[in-house]
């Protein structure tokens, strides 16, 4: 049965080009830009908050609703408008997105009251709402199906790569220039590739690297659009979408709480506890890139190999984790914190080939979203909130040692994937 559906997935051309073209790169590095330029704008915040608080006199919910309101726009508006890039077409979708949270940058930074930042901070997240899904909805259509779990992972990496910078040079323009000035060069830099996007990302470059006549979104509107119960069509899309929520609630819940980790345990100032924690946010943006490849790798022939390395990936990531929070604090606990971060991450890759081989082509922009909304109700949302709940009761360090289970947990799900995703693969190859 293997051997059947490998042939088929080398045979379907229509599912992507043969090979990966100059001009592929070109799109994921103007695609990859623009991601980053979403997380710096969305991130630069946390960089000014004392500033901010001193200037408005504000309290901490109010800095909280600043911060939160463009969580809650991505996570209201994700599904919807991506369902529209899909129709309105991806190109011209993500080039006003991209504008759109640009321009709303510029506006934080001319904010005179509270109430214009909210304003200008709520339109940051509609503007960013549609870009992850769709973005890598695109960057997938551009490359061979063999490639797609390394696509992926080093697409989604852009997201922590954004966040780091955001934080690190918002930070720095604005101890130098005043926090106005953070704002306004992020926004101008992602305006600038903005505008260059649609200059150079074409639907019809995008259409020969498919060897046909026209483009991706006008090919799809000539095929008979798949219902949306394709979305979850198979169990195994579904298990695909429950685990990586799962797996991105230990994910979501390290980032937010590791500096306060450091500054309670190691007795770090503020400062270089944050700069150790990005140290290790970098770590996992480049695992979840090599865990991506490596799953490509591995998975030539063998396409099931995808949902076994994300089981080990899980329980890879516990592994370490666990180990830990056994350690006093020190260079050991350091290193296998290192470990748990690179893997943590890592079924990013994995889950993204999965989803985009079990669903339709011509709705991965909606696919995408759909598992967007899985992270970030199952894993980026809960995460935090439910380890700071557990820290107030049984303190920080008892709170992480608890998010090993969630990532068996995700492991378990994987596992049941496994089972069905050859046969479910070989049911959405015949069905395209």
Known sequence: MATVIQAQAGAGSHEGPSRAYTYSWIVFALAFGLLISDYMSRQVLNAVFPLLKAQWSL???????LSG????????????????A??????????????LWSLATLLCGVAETYGQMLGARLLVGVGEAAYGSVGIALVISVFPRHMRATLASAFMAGGLFGQV???ALG???????????????????????????????????????????RTIDQGLAATPRPPLRSLFASRTVILAYIGSGLQLFCAGSLPAWLPAFFGRYYGMPVDRAGHTA???????????????????????????????????????????????????PGAAQLGLLAIAMFLVSGTTGPVGAMVANLTPLAIHGTAFATLTLANNLLGFAPGPILTGWFADHIGLLGAIRLLPVVCLLSALVFFLARKTYLADLAKSLDGQ
């Not at 309101?69 to 529209?84: C, E, K, N």
């Not at 996007?197 to 639907?203: G, N």
């Not at 490509?296 to 180990?323: F, H, I, N, Q, W």
């Open 278 to 328: 990005a140290m290790l946010f970098m770590v996992s943006g480049v695992g979840m890139v090599l865990c991506g490849m490596t799953s490509d790798r591995m998975s030539r022939g063998r396409p099931e190999r995808k949902v076994a390395l994300a089981v080990a990936y899980c329980l890879g990531s516990a592994t370490a984790l666990t180990l830990a929070m056994q350690c006093a």
């Open 165 to 167: 910078l955001g934080v």
């Open 59 to 65: 309290s901490d919910r109010e800095l909280g609703l």
């Open 171 to 213: 930070g720095q323009i604005a101890a130098s220039h005043g926090w106005r000035a953070a704002f306004l060069i992020i926004g101008l830099f992602g305006l600038l590739l903005a505008l260059i996007f649609p200059l150079v990302v074409r639907e019809k470059r995008i259409a020969a690297l498919h060897d046909g006549p």
């Open 86 to 99: 899909d129709r309105w077409g991806r190109v011209k979708s993500l080039a006003a997105m991209a504008v």
């Open 69 to 84: 309101v463009v969580a809650l726009m991505v996570g209201l508006l994700t599904f919807p408008l991506s369902m529209l």
